[in-house]
């Protein structure tokens, strides 16, 4: 099992940053290709970015490329997200997943965390 924990999230004007983070436990994380997933009101949860076990591979979603920077730690077991220049559209609850090697979808999930942009 791999346990993660997103921290980070909280309320910002437009223009300004936030950096979240997602701690994981259990099975060895560096093996995992890491995902930020983001749910707004009403909508369907969506792709944010991803990072391949040895940071190498990033995949971005075209509304954030540019402004987001996702990255890994895998010695602290920790996920990054730097969002820079946010937006009131990326309001949302911000997820962190975890897709085992070889697994087509992502295996574990945290709780989230609530990323709201005011305008």
């Known amino acids: 099992q791999v346990r993660l924990v997103e921290s980070g999230g909280g309320l910002v004007q437009a223009g300004g940053s936030l950096r979240l983070s997602c701690a994981a436990s259990?099975?060895?994380?560096?093996?995992?290709?890491m995902g930020w997933f983001r749910q707004a009101p009403g909508k369907e949860r969506q792709f944010v970015s991803s990072?391949?076990?040895?940071?190498?591979?990033?995949n971005y979603v075209d509304s954030v490329k540019g402004r987001f920077t996702i990255s890994r730690d895998n010695a602290k077991s920790t996920l990054y997200l730097q969002m820079n220049n946010l937006k009131p559209e990326d309001t949302a609850v911000y997820y962190c997943?975890?897709?085992?090697?070889?697994?087509?979808?992502?295996?574990?999930w945290g709780q989230g965390t609530q990323v709201t942009v005011s305008s």
């Open positions: 997943a975890a897709r085992s090697p070889g697994s087509v979808y992502y295996d574990y």
């Open positions: 259990g099975r060895s994380f560096s093996r995992f290709t």
């Open positions: 990072i391949g076990w040895s940071s190498g591979v990033t």
